[in-house]
């Protein structure tokens, strides 16, 4: 939930750089792994500690792989609106450093859920049978 919060607080200042494409689909596209990242988290509450693989990948890998993702597109939105930044300098900088500020907070609560996701399932194996 609370990627979902910040991503909807950077959304919600509104930079200069959000009426540009190539700026805000970047942006938009970072919605879907912070969806599966939810929806990993709902099937993770049905589960029994002895799960089965759909179960395991439906849960556990669908979390770790969308924390990734979330990680990795809130990296290029920070990049392409310094770019919007170098390019444009009749712009409101103070809205477009909250915005990165936002974006960097982000990618640091995705980095706290990594330490913690380590620690929860580090030791979690999976069986072959």
């Known amino acids: 939930m609370l990627f979902l919060l910040i991503f909807l607080g950077a959304g919600l ?3 200069d750089s959000s009426k540009t494409a190539w700026i805000v689909f970047p942006y938009f ?3 879907l792994p912070i969806g599966f990242n939810l929806l990993g988290t709902f099937n993770l509450f049905g589960q029994k500690c002895r799960m089965e693989k759909a179960g395991y990948e439906e849960s556990i890998i669908r979390l770790k ?9 809130a990296a290029v939105n920070i990049i392409l609106d310094l770019i919007f930044i170098c390019i444009n300098h009749d712009i409101n900088f103070v809205i477009e450093f909250s915005y990165i500020a936002i974006l960097l907070l ?5 980095i706290a ?3 913690k996701y ?6 979690v194996i999976r069986n072959s049978n």
């Open 113 to 115: 859920f990594g330490v």
């Open 29 to 31: 596209f970072l919605f």
């Open 65 to 73: 792989k969308s924390s990734m993702a979330i990680m990795i597109l």
């Open 106 to 110: 982000l990618i640091a609560s995705v």
């Open 13 to 15: 200042i509104n930079p």
């Open 118 to 123: 380590d620690k929860m399932f580090g030791g």
